[in-house]
């Protein structure tokens, strides 16, 4: 079942703005996590943010989490025509434990960034 | 650096073959997970395991098998490709003691034709 939903599906922009993707989800979480696809290859993972914390920030990302809304948002700055790929968002369980260890991914945004 | 790789990047199979999909990493990871994506449905868990010997059913466990006899390896099974199970298939990893954040494979692109 998917937790995380994200807006918005796609996401066209110019190189040197910002972009701003939004995530949402259902349940109680323990974290909450980022990741990009570049076109045909596997996820890397780009930040996580704990259910305590409201804001992370690593290089040109910046995380907010807003638990009582359930909702995420990632934004990268000043956008470069590297940044185009497929972005992800993941909720891990609550309880957190190696039996319960699965992440729950939404089904993506398609970022664009033209040069 | 944390790696997992994935036997095959390309593979292309006929109806009713067994399939054999393997994945290695290489930081002692607890956790390991197998997903297949397809266009609009995003990525769905086939099957994890959090030990050696332990596999959990994720979302769509018809279909495929998975064995983990040795920590750093997990293998899926199909044990009789369909022409629906054409796909791209992702191995994952992550550690018991952190956070959970995984780490991916490069894919293996299967077809079955």
């Known amino acids: 079942s998917q937790q995380g939903e994200e807006d918005p599906q796609a996401l066209s922009i110019q190189e040197g703005e910002n972009a701003t993707m939004n995530c949402s989800y259902k349940?109680?979480?323990?974290?909450l996590q980022w990741y990009r696809q570049n076109s045909g290859r596997g996820l890397v993972h780009l930040i996580l943010?704990?259910?305590?914390?409201r804001e992370k920030h690593s290089g040109r990302l910046r995380v907010t989490l807003d638990t009582s809304k359930k909702s995420s948002s990632l934004l990268i700055t000043a956008s470069r025509a590297a940044d185009t790929a497929s972005y992800f968002c993941?909720?891990?369980?609550?309880?957190?434990?190696?039996?319960?260890?699965?992440?729950?991914f939404g089904k993506g945004i398609t970022l664009s960034v033209r040069p | 650096d944390v790696k997992v790789t994935q036997s095959s990047r390309y593979l292309v199979k006929r109806t009713g073959e067994k399939v054999f999909l393997e994945c290695v990493q290489d930081m002692d990871h607890e956790n390991m997970f197998w997903y297949r994506q397809d266009p609009g449905l995003g990525l769905r868990l086939i099957y994890f395991?959090?030990?050696?010997?332990?596999?959990e059913k994720g979302d769509i466990p018809e279909g495929y098998s998975v064995s983990r006899e040795k920590k750093e390896r997990f293998s899926l099974i199909l044990e009789s490709a369909s022409t629906n199970q054409t796909s791209m298939y992702l191995c994952a990893s992550s550690s018991g003691t952190s956070d959970y954040e995984q780490y991916f494979g490069p894919g293996t692109r299967l077809t079955v034709t």
């Open positions: 943010i704990r259910s305590n914390e």
């Open positions: 349940t109680s979480i323990n974290n």
């Open positions: 395991s959090y030990d050696v010997k332990m596999k």
């Open positions: 993941a909720t891990a369980s609550l309880f957190l434990t190696g039996a319960n260890s699965k992440l729950t």
